[in-house]
């Protein structure tokens, strides 16, 4: 069966390729690699190229070292809004890596926009309208590319809700919406439900849900190793569930919920 991660991060400071090489060893086949911030500040477009061309030359390293299928998602962190005193700013600069990231994916390039989204602590309720409005620019711009969007947001399943009604304005098919880092509910307002796959909370989603794909949230970092999990729990969380008899489910998590929501080949050759 092919195992699918449909969040992963590797980090040039951290065990990057190493940590791609345990999830294969582990039985793992293919991954989305998500942005995640690497400089220290972002201020304009040539930080955000910079780090979007880092996350695509990891992404090749992968693919030179391993027999892992790499797709790329790009965006700029959330949370990069908590560091502009003016908020407007910063989200002129969130919107500009929307934009540029879109020409990547016409480019084909990269396969979706993420992760995006708003800050999952606590934050002004002006920092709150201006990341909905980045959402709903980043899904103005995915329903024109016909590709996915990643969301980070909080976790509470009123969450889908809102997402949802974003969706709405944007026109987005709403299946293209990843809620990552989601909740175990089938409540989901038609989002895409992305589950954190240990082995419980991956079990609970078999008996609960559905639809969903599962992911790792891998961070790479090495200050927090393992964190979210790490890179070899997904393939073992899979094969257990596998062996549990949940195989209807997990091969639709694996194979059909990603071909369907991100627009990818995962069984060609």
């Not at 940590?19 to 060893?25: G, L, P, S, T, V």
């Not at 590709?147 to 026109?171: F, K, M, N, P, Q």
């Not at 694996?254 to 060609?268: H, R, S, Y």
């Amino acid at each position: 069966m092919i195992i699918f991660d449909a969040h992963f991060h590797l980090d040039p400071a951290g065990r990057c390729v190493e940590a791609a090489k345990d999830f294969e060893r582990a039985g793992g086949s293919a991954l989305m690699l998500v942005s995640m911030p690497y400089l220290r500040a972002v201020r304009g477009k040539e930080d955000i190229i910079e780090e979007y061309e880092m996350l695509l030359s990891i992404a090749e390293k992968v693919r030179r070292e391993t027999h892992i299928k790499v797709f790329t998602a790009l965006g700029i962190h959330p949370a990069r809004i908590s560091e502009f005193s003016d908020v407007e700013e910063g989200k002129r600069v969130l919107e500009e890596a929307i934009d540029i990231a879109a020409d990547y994916i016409a480019e084909k390039r990269a396969c979706a926009i993420g992760e995006i989204g708003r800050p999952h602590y606590d934050v002004s309720e002006e920092v709150l309208e201006a990341s909905n409005e980045v959402i709903e620019h980043a899904f103005e711009a995915a329903k024109d590319l016909g590709c996915a969007v990643i969301v980070h947001s909080e976790s509470a399943e009123r969450t889908y809700e809102d997402l949802s009604r974003i969706a709405d304005i944007a026109g987005i098919d709403k299946k293209r919406v990843v809620k990552h880092f989601s909740p175990v509910t089938d409540d989901t307002h038609g989002l895409t439900p992305s589950i954190i796959a240990t082995h419980s909370n991956a079990r609970s989603a078999c008996e609960t849900m559905r639809k969903f794909m599962l992911e790792s949230d891998y961070m790479d970092d090495t200050n927090r190793p393992g964190a979210v999990i790490g890179p070899r729990t997904l393939p073992r969380t899979v094969k257990k569930l596998l062996e549990e008899g949940f195989e209807e489910k997990v091969g639709r998590a694996m194979t059909d919920m990603p071909e369907e929501v991100f627009g990818i080949d995962l069984q060609d050759s």
